[in-house]
């Protein structure tokens, strides 16, 4: 059983910038790809950033250039650097897993966070 547990969400001023954290326990982290997505207030869940098992990132149209996806597979890291945030960028965001390859606009994981809030301020 695959367990993810995102940290770091908050409350920020617009143009300010939080660092998301996804710690991974389980079965073998390095072997799988590892996605951000987020859910608004009435709105559909939706892709942010996903990274494969090798390093390759991928990004929607939204947050590139904003936001950075990384991965620490000693220690079954997925972290999610937001800079520049904007209002607009408020939601739940969660951390999600699989084991197929991961593409820009993947929204079908296996494994998924309990989300984390986080809420920019204008």
């Known amino acids: 059983q695959v367990q993810l547990v995102e940290s770091g969400g908050g409350l920020v001023q617009a143009g300010g910038s939080l660092r998301l954290s996804c710690a991974v326990s389980?079965?073998?982290?390095?072997?799988?790809?590892m996605g951000w997505l987020r859910q608004a207030p009435g709105k559909e869940r939706e892709f942010v950033a996903a990274?494969?098992?090798?390093?390759?990132?991928y990004y929607a149209d939204s947050v590139k250039g904003r936001f950075t996806i990384s991965r620490d597979n000693a220690i079954n890291q997925v972290y999610l650097q937001m800079n520049s945030l904007k209002p607009e960028d408020t939601a739940v965001y969660y951390c999600?897993?699989?084991?197929?390859?991961?593409?820009?606009?993947?929204?079908?994981?296996?494994?998924w966070g309990q989300g984390t809030q986080v809420t920019v301020s204008s």
């Open positions: 389980g079965r073998t982290f390095s072997s799988y790809a």
């Open positions: 990274i494969s098992w090798s390093g390759g990132t």
């Open positions: 999600a897993g699989r084991s197929k390859v991961v593409f820009t606009g993947a929204t079908e994981y296996d494994y």
